[in-house]
């Protein structure tokens, strides 16, 4: 039996300029997309004349949900917009609310968001990296690089009990301090990080193969980027230095020594060296937050948000009640509203939130980059060859769950 | 130029007439130096009138400040002016703000779903949009158990 299916999408066009063209469709099932994403492309030969790139097919209502559950219980949901990078998301979401709550978190609590974001960042640029070169036939780096990503996957599973999908951030806070011997192995993991860096740098940083496919392959400029909204590594590899953790310093990232790396063509051979060079500064950024953590709490002493002991929360009437009240009503959070940005692993990540008061938002839109860069890739793929869609796809570093949200 | 002009949590929020949006917008790329269009987003108050808020953020890259526009809009005709003539990001972003709440902008000519998909009725982010509701589109088979 054969069922016609509707076509979710309607091309921007269907006809090609010249009569030598053709049309062709790339995803949103492809191997080598990584991600679920249709682009309807304009071929002259190998070369690309233009591009219509569809997103959505992700698409799972995150805000429509998040207008039905108190603002704890959408700490689950961020956890899913960026999944390379979970713990960025928990925190940039928390911080959203705590502005709005006026609460100023711990400092132990602030050095650990720092140490697990940059950590999580790590994880999130392995990953692009990998992928990327392993579409380009390095299987060797992606092994070296996906190893690495492993142990910090495992390791973060030892802290927050999940490798991928942490739900670790709390209102005020966070789920659990670090467990016995976990700073140590941070250490052991991130020495073994630097020796594999070092070997991928060895095979892939000079190799003819590499550069011929790198070099001069998707070109953006810093005044282009800005207009077509690109953040994060892809906006700093045009050369531009624009680092929200340094421009507009949030959690201890004024209190940390660390350079900004920028490109010097805003090709896809300065997005993967800007990486690979965020990953060195994250690691540098970590080793001196090891040193900075004080012991201390981590939750501020705010009976708004946070939950009481369990041992008061079963001998004591008020601490039970406090608890009840924060799972059946949520955080009491005052009316307003707040644009709250973080320097995610792919760039800007705002969370906008409006609250009328009481436990459950009114709006919660989420800024992806990655969304606004799909509004902008088809600049580095119209001219170049249909071949190089993939690599240059890669080196954008799309993520279906934060960009059709 | 604004109606109004607060400070909410360290960030400049200009509330705008609809009609001047294009004026202020000028004047902040041109002259203020706002030169990354950051977002824009809509709020549904649907007791009141007029209904939506429209919400703008852009950010200065020189300056690393921010600063939120706000502009209401009636149900009726819920129209403001596209931003796609003075920043290339507007483009998508508008047309997910055209799916989610049917603000119509005027001026841009690429207003097709970007996270819908085509023929989707109606405005999910809208308060009256039932979160239960579904439009599939292809049919739902029936199980072999229900056969």
Redesign the interface.
Known sequence: MS?K??????P?FDKGGTDSAVIVNIGPSHPATHGTIQIVAELDGERVVRTDV???YL?R?F???C??HTWHNLIPYVDRLNYCSALINDFAYCEAVE??MDIEITPRCRHLRTLLSEYSRIADHLTCIAAALMELGAMTAFLYLVTIRDYIYEHLAALTGARVTYSYGRIGGLANDVPEGWLKRLGEILDEMDTFTGRVHGLVDRNRIFIDRTRDVGVLGTA?A????F?GPILRSTG?A?DLRK??PYLSYAELDFEVPVGIKGDNYDRYYVRMREIDESAHMIRQLVDMLEPGPINVDDRRCVFPEKTLVYNEIESLINHFKLVMEGPQVPP????S?QEGANG?L?F?V?SVGGGVP??V?C?SPS??H???VHRMLDGYQLADIVPTFGSVNMIGGEC?? | MAEEATV??G?LVLLIEPARLLEVVRTLKDTLGF?????V?A??WPERNPRFDV?W?F?S?RQ?V?V?IKARVPERDPTVDSLIGL???A???ER?CHD?YGIVFRGND?L????????FEGH??R?D?P?QKEQP??PYRASEARK
Request: aromatic share 12%; net charge negative; with cysteine.
């Open positions: 069922l299916l509707p076509n979710p999408i309607r921007a569809h997103c959505g698409h209502g805000e429509k949900e207008e039905s502005k709005l282009e800005i207009n077509w909204g953040t531009a624009r421009d507009t307003g509203e707040v644009y940005a800007e705002g906008y409006v009114w709006k839109h800024r969304f606004v799909m509004g902008g059709d949200r | 909410a949590h960030t030169d990354m269009f950051l977002d987003t709020v549904d919400v953020h950010y890259t690393h921010r939120r920043y290339g990001s483009r998508y972003m997910e989610m690429d097709r779903p970007i996270l819908l998909y085509e023929g999910p982010l308060k949009y979160k589109l292809v």
